[in-house]
């Protein structure tokens, strides 16, 4: 009978302590903030608005936070280069839109495709480029 008894203590210790390791977060969450996801270098195309040339030019978005990515403009073409700017980012369903409260600076990032509107000086530009 204390065989018996044993046994049963022995099976209910394991089966609490199975239960238990199976209670870890094992969630995995493979998604990554937002920064990071749209993180990257972009090239594309520069237009002065009111003027109809293109211009190859790149954009660095740096991660800053999760919520902010730092953005830098290279145009060698008519030698352009901004410094840097702290965007924040909010996500609307599958695109990610940028905001400077500092700057006149707005975009997008839909699928890889960065969209880019900001004034610099007297002129308004506007950048559409891919990572």
């Known amino acids: 009978m204390k065989t018996m008894k044993y046994l049963t203590l022995l099976l209910a210790?394991?089966?609490?302590?199975?239960?238990?390791?199976s209670c870890?977060?094992?969630?995995d969450d493979k998604t990554a903030d937002m920064?990071?996801?749209?993180?990257?270098?972009?090239?594309?195309?520069?237009?002065?608005?009111?003027?109809?040339?293109?211009?190859?030019?790149y954009v660095t978005?740096?991660?800053?936070?999760?919520?902010a990515?730092?953005?830098?403009?290279?145009?060698?073409?008519i030698n352009f280069h901004s410094s840097p700017v702290i965007l924040?980012?909010?996500?609307?369903?599958?695109?990610?839109?940028?905001?400077?409260t500092s700057k006149a600076v707005n975009g997008s990032v839909v699928n890889g495709n960065l969209s880019i509107a900001f004034a610099s000086n007297n002129?308004?530009?506007t950048f559409y480029g891919t990572k």
């Open 13 to 21: 210790v394991v089966a609490m302590g199975i239960s238990l390791g």
């Open 24 to 27: 870890g977060d094992d969630d």
């Open 35 to 57: 920064a990071t996801t749209i993180a990257g270098d972009y090239s594309g195309k520069l237009q002065v608005v009111g003027y109809t040339e293109m211009h190859q030019a």
């Open 61 to 67: 978005l740096t991660r800053r936070s999760e919520t």
């Open 69 to 77: 990515v730092s953005l830098v403009m290279d145009c060698d073409e």
């Open 88 to 100: 924040d980012i909010t996500k609307n369903s599958s695109s990610y839109s940028l905001n400077s």
């Open 123 to 125: 002129d308004t530009y």
